[in-house]
């Protein structure tokens, strides 16, 4: 069955670093999304994008946020200088169409340690 | 709105008993409420939808309600079994909302054997 990938399942990194979160979307899926999860707590939205730009952002999602669909297969997270509010974990998913959200499919996460 | 804490409220089932976990939602143009299950260490799976039109829906040994009069959401697991044991999330969508979806707080569901 296909699913969606995640790479790394753990980043560790220093405040202030830059770091990419990868994600392989389902071949044939067309939406590509993030979501963020800090522990213990609710599943977050962070952007939605389709059609190489981004159709709708969070206000989490400020000018340290990137994404980017650099190959027809990957969809990455950039984060460009992480602060300690940004450790949890992130979860990629993806869709075949905007018609139906219950088929968003997600990812196994990455989870992201900032210290 | 919902409050977010660090403590997931909690349901202790025995196996084989019936689970029924609540969900309010905030907005009322939401057309399209999905129930997620959330096990340690994966990402969210999708169990499963109603839309805002629809009242009741069945699964396999899941029943969703949705009452939008009181914006509240449902989800009942008949014959409660130790693999149900997760976190739940009803999430909710809205039409022009760039496809995202709006996650509650999540409720601990634990099936005591």
């Known amino acids: 069955e296909p699913e969606v990938t995640q790479t790394p399942s753990h980043q560790v990194t220093q405040m202030g670093q830059e770091v990419i979160l990868r994600c392989v979307p389902i071949?044939?899926?067309?939406?590509f999304y993030w979501y963020r999860q800090i522990l213990g707590q609710k599943v977050e939205f962070l952007v939605s994008f389709y059609n190489n730009e981004i159709s709708e952002k969070s206000e989490i999602f400020d000018d340290q946020f990137s994404v980017e669909r650099p190959d027809g297969s990957n969809f990455t997270l950039k984060i460009r200088s992480t602060k300690l509010e940004d450790s949890a974990m992130y979860f990629c998913?993806?869709?075949?169409?905007?018609?139906?959200?219950?088929?968003?499919?997600f990812g196994p996460g990455t989870r992201l340690t900032v210290l | 709105g919902e409050s977010v804490g660090l403590h997931l409220p909690t349901l202790s089932v025995q196996e084989g008993d019936n689970s029924i976990i609540n969900c309010a939602y905030s907005?009322?143009?939401?057309?399209?409420f999905i129930w997620y299950k959330q096990e340690s260490g994966k990402g969210p799976q999708f169990i499963i939808d109603i839309r805002s039109n629809m009242d009741k829906r069945q699964g396999q040994r899941v029943t969703v309600l949705l009452n939008k009069t009181v914006k509240h959401l449902s989800l009942q697991i008949a014959a409660t079994q130790p693999g149900d044991s997760a976190v739940y999330f009803c999430a909710e969508w809205f039409p022009g909302g760039g496809n995202k979806l709006t996650f509650g707080t999540g409720t601990q569901l634990k099936v005591e054997l």
């Open positions: 998913a993806s869709s075949v169409s905007s018609g139906s959200p219950g088929e968003q499919f």
């Open positions: 071949s044939n899926h067309l939406y």
């Open positions: 907005n009322s143009a939401s057309d399209y």
